[in-house]
């Protein structure tokens, strides 16, 4: 356990959650999770949420291809801007991305992915967009990052990156571009 | 930039280039939202719109209908007829009444041009313009203008003309705003009693044969010949305007380029253009139809976003 002290001093400075090399390591045994749960993805696919899920469900699905020697696994990105329950209570216009799921999820397994599991209101938003596209079988939710005790809706992770304790005043930064790295910051650090 | 410069949407004229281009991005998305098996979006479940019409419509009213219905706001609808206008009620106070119900916005479209400013000037609420008599038609250009850069990709240096009855119409106004600020060139065509005097001031050229007009352009806007307006003749006789600036399959299949022919409707097949081309390859006019329900979203959307809780 980290004593208090210490830790309030490390929130004086960026906390590095997850470097690189302990990225790709968390990225490689969520895909072998994915795997023992949904095999050979015959029935399964992947959803990356608009726009900071994507990243990582490409990452993922290239894992998973990487290990399941080049089996078919559909990808698709879904956007939840018109779902979102934050439409005209937000200061800052809600930026729309796109939409592209090219195969059916009806009676399908479908696991969304996202980068950061916060408040939770996203990924209810998710929920009901995906309902849109036809009724899966089964949802399920996989995140890099959880911090939880911060929800404001009774929801959580299927399968969990890495489990963080934040207060409101901190933002989990995702940065997937190359080798990538996760960082805790404080919203005045920038 | 993902928000609208304005409050309103009373005409083309008002708006940046940057915000067609955001109602256009914003478009792409709701006509994938309206093709897909579930055709509605929860957006704007908190809103109330109101369509009046003052003026008869069938596309025009359907499509904002739709859009509103898609969005999954709450739609009110009232046309002039049958309504306590025919009573003296003036326009400011019809529409507050309708605004003490608790409407957040209003579709309208009316007979005087200008309606739809003067109703943002009195009233509090966002306005969009359905068209206001001969003044501005937005969406329609908007819808246009997006079916244009749907088949083209692009609208910049896209040679169009818009044919026939200019004078009377505000789907041309709106038109050309919208071409000119996206970086088309545009023609008129057609005869000269059907263009205003001085349209060369808005920088477009007028020419008064349709061979040479098709010959120059890419895309042919094909307006119908508002025979309600035609308070005095214009043209000796329907005949004789289908023979000189009507477009037939024999005329499109003599020109040595391809040219996309575009309709706003109702079209009076048979006068501006013949079914064989309206129902041809050439013709956009369904897509435009199509079109015109997610470029509506979009507008209603973008607009709803700028409502303050």
């Known amino acids: 356990m980290i004593g208090t002290y210490s830790y309030i001093c490390q929130r004086m400075q960026p906390r590095i959650l997850l470097n690189s090399k302990v990225l790709d390591i968390t990225i490689k045994r969520l895909a072998r999770q994915l795997i023992e749960n949904h095999g050979d993805f015959e029935n399964t696919v992947l959803i990356g949420l608009q726009p900071r899920g994507i990243q990582l469900a490409d990452r993922l699905h290239a894992e998973l291809k990487r290990v399941l020697s080049g089996a078919k696994i559909d990808l698709g990105y879904l956007d939840v801007s018109f779902y979102r329950d934050d439409f005209r209570r937000r200061d800052e216009p809600i930026t729309v991305s796109e939409t592209t799921i090219d195969f059916e999820i009806e009676n399908k397994k479908v696991i969304m992915i996202d980068d950061v599991l916060y408040t939770g209101r996203t990924i209810r938003s998710g929920m009901d967009a995906l309902m849109d596209f036809g009724r899966p079988k089964k949802v399920e939710f996989l995140v890099l990052i959880d911090r939880r005790f911060s929800r404001q809706l009774p929801i959580q992770a299927d399968y969990v990156g890495r489990t963080v304790d934040s207060v409101v005043s901190e933002r989990v930064d995702v940065n997937l571009d190359n080798e990538g790295h996760v960082v805790l910051k404080t919203i005045d650090d920038e | ?309």
């Open chain 2, 1 to 309: 930039m993902s928000n609208l410069s304005v409050d309103h949407l009373l005409g083309i004229k008002g708006l940046s280039r940057e915000d067609i281009e955001l109602i256009f991005t914003t478009a792409d998305n709701f006509k994938d939202v309206i093709n897909r098996p579930i055709k509605k979006v929860p957006s704007l479940r908190d809103i109330t719109i109101a369509n009046l019409f003052f003026e008869n419509s069938t596309r025009t009213k359907l499509s904002f209908e739709l859009a509103e219905k898609r969005l999954s706001a709450d739609v009110v609808n009232f046309s002039a007829s049958g309504s306590s206008l025919k009573k003296g009620e003036t326009l400011i106070d019809t529409v507050n009444n309708i605004l003490a119900m608790k409407v957040d916005m209003v579709v309208m479209r009316h007979p005087n041009p200008g309606a739809a400013v003067f109703l943002s000037r009195n009233v509090n609420s966002r306005i969009v313009n359905a068209g206001d008599g001969a003044h501005e038609h937005p969406t329609q250009a908007l819808l246009d203008t997006y079916s244009i850069r749907e088949k083209y990709g692009d609208v910049e240096g896209k040679k169009v003309v818009i044919v026939g009855d200019i004078v009377h119409s505000r789907v041309a106004l709106s038109n050309i705003f919208a071409l000119q600020k996206l970086g088309a060139t545009v023609k008129v065509c057609g005869p000269q009693t059907l263009i205003p005097k001085y349209i060369e001031d808005l920088g477009v050229e007028v020419e008064l044969d349709l061979r040479k007009a098709l010959e120059w352009c890419d895309i042919a806007n094909m307006l119908r010949i508002q025979l309600e307006r035609q308070d005095i003749k214009y043209f000796p006789s329907i005949r004789e305007y289908t023979m000189t600036y009507g477009v037939d399959a024999e005329l499109l299949n003599s020109l040595s380029k391809e040219v996309t022919i575009m309709h706003p409707g109702p079209i009076n097949r048979g006068v501006e253009i013949t079914s064989d081309v309206a129902d041809s390859d050439h013709a956009i006019i369904l897509n435009q139809v199509e079109n015109g329900v997610a470029i509506r979203m979009a507008v209603l959307y973008l607009l709803a976003e700028k409502i303050a809780r």
